[in-house]
């Protein structure tokens, strides 16, 4: 009976198997794209190969969200401390130019101290004030290759170099040439520091932030941590909103669903009451075909994320998003729980119904 | 032996909007266990009514109502409804069969919903009787209004019910098909002693039963 009442009327069951679907997706997109840019973000500033992490008070966890330069000479009085084998300043600058990019400052010889240098897939290091080093996802992304002008923070640069990914940042130009460009002459966003040992971390820590005790001094494993754990209050409650309207979406349109099923549907609610069906037999065939359609459409919604998943990346190479199982049991217990909920009211309404007046509904 | 049905001043008053409609005006009414009774009136006279206080479908507003030993007035709905399931089968003037399910599923739905499961040899038995073998693999909308009657007359008597209840069988059907449902009821009524209540406005078809009940405004008025 379920099923024959499913495939009664297609366009409402598809377009409340949809509703589902798409409640799905969005859930698994949004949750994917975040995890996953946090994540590769995440992997890229430990690739760099540091230690140790210093920002200025104040300074955002999304390294370039909050300018806050400090003197480079900082950075000087740290590289003579114990166990630091190098530091390298970097000078973060959003550009707008073309698309939103992140475009990092950097001081090439401390810079391949610490990382211990790029690995060039083409071209070389930079030669020239104006000179542009990308890693090999952008240059997919943009279709770019060595010789090209790029244009960033409103100037032309000179592609020179395509390098590995995984270091930081996907943009670099010479800190002197951020500098001037953002009039920060002398100063820089973040500090590298390499330590002679990992072992050292901690004694290094200490010692700055005992120097700096305003600063924000991080190990690179702490940074990490924080920024690949579940707990970045503004970004779980973005999360927690996007997944709210999703659920929502899907909770109404069963439930407008189930409620013009049962509309329509008095008459042979009556009839089942003739015949002796209970109050919780009704209830519970509605709720069995709202799970149905809520069933299918979790199955939809999981291909339709790989689906999406797959333009996302084709249309910009330089996302990731990331699936996990975890959140797509999360996601189809969410529709589940979305959907009972919103076929629950039409159920018991109809299970409410009077025989007599369903058997005569017309 | 104890009557199957045995009614004393029922009395049923709806409510419509404001108004207090009294559609049955002190019932009595005994039915003995294998009668087939045909009830008959004028519209609105209150046998749809009786068939459902009967049925269990409404309870009553006053009087006594016995229904296999079984006092509807002290009867929650919750009870009636389990009450129908196991006692009461009914047949409607429109068939009322599920669109959707064909006609084996519209059966089986009512072996289904008394929840002691199928039983194949139950079931091969009563489309024999009614002849509906070869329908019922059909959806309602490819059956005629004969077969769609019978399709209804199994599925009210596949589970054994104490007490067929119908309303106005015939009331859709040509001269035929009026003939032959009457005859299955007949039928049923002779081969497994079934007791029968029927609505009916056609005189032949009351003619049927083995006795007629007449009603007016409410009330019996010849027996």
Not at chain 1, 291 to 319: E, M, Q, Y
Not at chain 2, 147 to 156: F, G, H, L, P, Y
Request: proline share 4%; with cysteine.
């Amino acid at each position: 009976m379920i099923l024959a009442n499913v495939l009664h009327r297609p366009v409402r069951t598809t377009i409340a198997i949809l509703a589902v679907a798409i409640e799905v997706t969005m859930v698994l997109i949004v949750v994917g794209l975040t995890s996953g840019m946090r994540n590769e973000t995440a992997k890229r500033v430990e690739g760099i190969g540091a230690d140790v992490l210093v920002q200025a008070p104040g300074a955002s966890m999304f390294l370039g969200l909050g300018s806050a330069p400090m003197p480079v000479k900082i950075g000087d009085e740290i590289a003579e401390f114990p166990h630091v084998q190098a530091v390298t300043p970097v000078l973060i600058q959003p550009s707008s130019t073309g698309s939103i990019n992140l475009v990092w400052g950097i001081d090439l010889p401390s810079w391949n101290r610490v990382t211990q240098g790029f690995v060039y897939l083409s071209g070389g290091p930079f030669t020239g004030p104006y000179d542009l080093l990308v890693d090999d996802w952008n240059a997919k992304a943009n279709h770019t290759k060595v010789g090209d002008t790029v244009k960033l923070l409103n100037h032309d640069f000179h592609l020179v170099g395509i390098v590995e990914h995984g270091k930081g940042a996907r943009l670099f130009i010479p800190l002197a040439t951020a500098q001037d460009l953002s009039a920060s002459q002398n100063h820089a966003t973040v500090f590298w520091v390499k330590c002679t040992d990992p072992g050292y971390t901690e004694d290094v820590l200490k010692s700055i932030r005992h120097w700096l005790p305003t600063y924000q001094v991080l190990s690179v494993r702490e940074y990490y941590t924080m920024m690949t754990s579940n707990n970045l209050p503004a970004l779980n409650a973005f999360i927690a909103a996007l997944v709210g309207v999703a659920v929502a979406i899907g909770f109404l349109v069963i439930l407008l669903s189930m409620y013009t099923t049962i509309t329509e549907r008095t008459r042979e609610i009556g009839i089942l009451k003739s015949l002796g069906a209970s109050k919780g037999y009704i209830i519970m065939a509605i709720l069995r075909e709202a799970g149905l359609l809520c069933a299918v459409g979790i199955a939809v919604g999981c291909v339709g994320t790989l689906g999406a998943r797959k333009v996302l990346l084709a249309s910009f190479p330089t996302l990731s998003v990331d699936l996990t199982v975890d959140w797509a049991l999360r996601a189809a217990t969410l529709a589940l729980v979305g959907t009972l909920i919103g076929a629950f009211y039409p159920a018991l309404r109809a299970a409410q119904l009077d025989p007599v007046d369903a058997l005569a509904y017309e | 032996m104890e009557p199957i049905i045995q009614t004393e001043n029922l009395r049923k008053i709806y409510r419509v909007g404001r108004v207090d409609v009294q559609a049955l005006r002190g019932v009595d009414l005994t039915v003995q266990v294998g009668e087939f009774i045909a009830i008959v009136g004028p519209s609105g006279c209150g046998k749809s009514t009786l068939l459902h206080i009967l049925g269990g479908l409404t309870g009553p507003t006053t009087g006594k109502v016995l229904v296999d030993g079984n006092d509807f007035l002290k009867m929650t709905d919750s009870d009636r409804t389990r009450f129908r399931r196991h006692k009461i089968g009914f047949v409607f003037q429109r068939f009322n069969l599920l669109p959707t399910l064909s006609a084996r599923d519209n059966i089986a739905l009512a072996q289904a919903i008394q929840g002691n499961g199928f039983n194949p040899h139950r079931f091969d038995s009563v489309v024999r009787t009614l002849g509906i073998q070869e329908k019922l693999g059909a959806k309602p909308f490819a059956l005629s209004g004969g077969e769609q009657q019978r399709v209804a007359i199994a599925r009210a008597v596949i589970c054994e019910p104490k007490i067929l209840l119908a309303d106005e069988p015939t009331g859709n059907l040509d001269t035929e098909n009026s003939q032959l449902v009457l005859n299955m009821l007949r039928a049923l009524n002779r081969s497994f002693r079934q007791t029968i209540l029927m609505i009916t406005h056609n005189p032949e078809a009351a003619a049927v039963a083995d006795r007629i009940v007449r009603m007016r405004d409410g009330r019996i008025i010849l027996e």
